[in-house]
């Protein structure tokens, strides 16, 4: 099992739609939970992050976290074209908390 | 306020040789981190430094790969005796404090090419 587990996708949604990401992780004890987006070529930028359970919301963009259940995910309301991106889950486990633990992505296409 | 710089943005090696790539992290920040990242695969994190010290290597491959961040210049990823299987992007991050490793900002990074 991987540590930090995504769907990969493609996931399409039409333009004004939610997008919703979602992503689960192994270690129980985790603390820290982060949303990185990458656009094809480029290097990934933090957009979001989200420490206690709940939600957290952030313009467009809510967080969701779930650690009973060990998830986390993104939600992207009114969904544009300029969001089409590969969206990374990021978490420090407790048991390397020196490091991010990246999820391989899941890449969104917001179709106009 | 530059951001985090990597050169080279290109890097084509043979068999056999050297790599070198050089981070510069944001002003003020100590702390860097390097990533690879294969094709359609997510971040790989290798190795955590600050200044003159590795803190985390433990996702660095234990031959020919090698990181240092000198007291005064850039961060170097250093690999030798590069293989086909090297070929990937080479990301460097840094942040300003190590409270927060999450918050990472990025460089451009390095494509490496191993023909």
């Known amino acids: 099992q991987k540590e930090v587990e995504q769907n990969s996708g493609p996931l399409s949604v039409p333009e004004g739609a939610i997008a919703s990401l979602n992503c689960t992780y192994s270690?129980?004890?985790?603390?820290?939970f982060f949303w990185y987006r990458q656009y094809s070529g480029k290097s990934p930028e933090l957009i979001m992050f989200i420490y206690s359970n709940g939600d957290k919301e952030d313009g467009r963009f809510t967080a969701q976290l779930n650690k009973a259940s060990q998830y986390v995910s993104l939600l992207i309301r009114d969904s544009q074209p300029s969001d089409s991106a590969t969206y990374l889950c990021?978490?420090?486990?407790?048991?390397?908390?020196?490091?991010?633990?990246f999820g391989s992505g899941t890449q969104l296409t917001v179709l106009p | 306020n530059a951001g985090v710089m990597q050169n080279p943005r290109h890097l084509v090696r043979r068999r056999g040789q050297e790599a070198r790539l050089r981070c510069s992290p944001m002003k003020g920040h100590s702390h860097v981190y390097w990533y690879r990242q294969l094709p359609e695969e997510g971040l790989k994190f290798m190795v955590y430094?600050?200044?003159?010290?590795?803190?985390?290597e433990s996702g660095m491959p234990k031959e020919r790969f090698s990181a240092e961040f000198p007291k005064e210049g850039p961060s170097i990823l250093r690999i030798q005796q590069v293989v086909r299987g090297d070929s990937a992007a080479y990301f460097c991050?840094?942040?300003?404090?190590?409270?927060?490793?999450?918050?990472?900002?990025f460089g451009p990074g390095t494509r490496l090419t191993v023909t």
């Open positions: 990021a978490v420090i486990l407790s048991g390397s908390a020196r490091q991010l633990t």
């Open positions: 991050a840094s942040s300003p404090d190590e409270l927060l490793i999450g918050k990472q900002y």
């Open positions: 430094l600050q200044k003159e010290n590795i803190i985390d």
């Open positions: 270690d129980r004890g985790s603390q820290s």
